[in-house]
T-cell receptor, first 114, second 112 residues
Framework: GQQLNQSPQSMFIQEGEDVSMNCTSSSIFNTWLWYKQDPGEGPVLLIALYKAGELTSNGRLTAQFGITRKDSFLNISASIPSDVGIYFCAGQRYSGTSYGKLTFGQGTILTVHP | NAGVTQTPKFQVLKTGQSMTLQCAQDMNHNSMYWYRQDPGMGLRLIYYSASEGTTDKGEVPNGYNVSRLNKREFSLRLESAAPSQTSVYFC???????????FGQGTRLTVV
């Protein structure tokens, strides 16, 4: 089954509010990725994290690779209606028997009310 | 996504029919993946290939086979389709270690 626990499962917020979501795992990952998916489309990469402790921003988005390499969070500041969608975390492993495996969390459904 | 082709975009199969989903990339990427996405289940890994000639099972491999005969193509085959395989299928690819993974537009498959 899924190795990544993503929370919350859904969020309903007002435009302008900040959003925070996170992923945790019992296993170490070498790379953490955050994606957004719009209806009828494939997931689109938002931010990629490669080093433990790394903090990376992309516009209003900020993500961090946890020090233990077992977690990551994504923050969205000053949300706007077009932020609506499903956000996924993904962890990639390049060691051991799961070399190259890319595992996804179950997603956070974000709804932004104008 | 320039340089990547996932086909078909839509398909309806009868139970027991077979079909192959194709994914091809001309960006010389090493890693390729097949996922299925179902409501409330997120993206579940079916099979992946870390490099040409190698394939490994993901979380939900039963009922599927894959083939990575060369670096650019990674195909997913349903030998005998079942209604439980109704889903949206995504191909994904990555250059390799410490690189981003990108997704195709998906194949919406319905098995009746």
């Amino acid at each position: 089954g899924q190795q990544l626990n993503q929370s919350p499962q859904s969020m309903f917020i007002q435009e302008g509010e900040d959003v925070s979501m996170n992923c945790t795992s019992s296993s170490i990952f070498n790379t953490w990725l955050w994606y957004k998916q719009d209806p009828g489309e494939g997931p689109v990469l938002l931010i990629a994290l490669y080093k433990a402790g790394e903090l990376t921003s992309n516009g209003r988005l900020t993500a961090q690779f946890g020090i233990t390499r077992k977690d990551s969070f994504l923050n969205i500041s000053a949300s706007i209606p077009s932020d609506v969608g499903i956000y996924f975390c993904a962890g990639q492993r390049y060691s051991g028997t799961s070399y190259g495996k890319l595992t996804f969390g179950q997603g956070t459904i974000l709804t932004v009310h104008p | 996504n320039a340089g990547v082709t996932q086909t078909p975009k839509f398909q309806v199969l009868k139970t027991g029919q077979s079909m192959t989903l194709q994914c091809a990339q001309d960006m010389n990427h090493n890693s390729m993946y097949w996922y299925r996405q179902d409501p409330g289940m997120g993206l579940r890994l079916i099979y992946y290939s870390a490099s040409e000639g190698t394939t490994d099972k993901g979380e939900v491999p039963n009922g599927y086979n894959v083939s990575r005969l060369n670096k650019r193509e990674f195909s997913l085959r349903l030998e005998s389709a079942a209604p439980s395989q109704t889903s949206v299928y995504f191909c994904a690819w990555a250059q390799g270690q410490n690189t981003e993974a990108f997704f195709g537009q998906g194949t919406r498959l319905t098995v009746v």
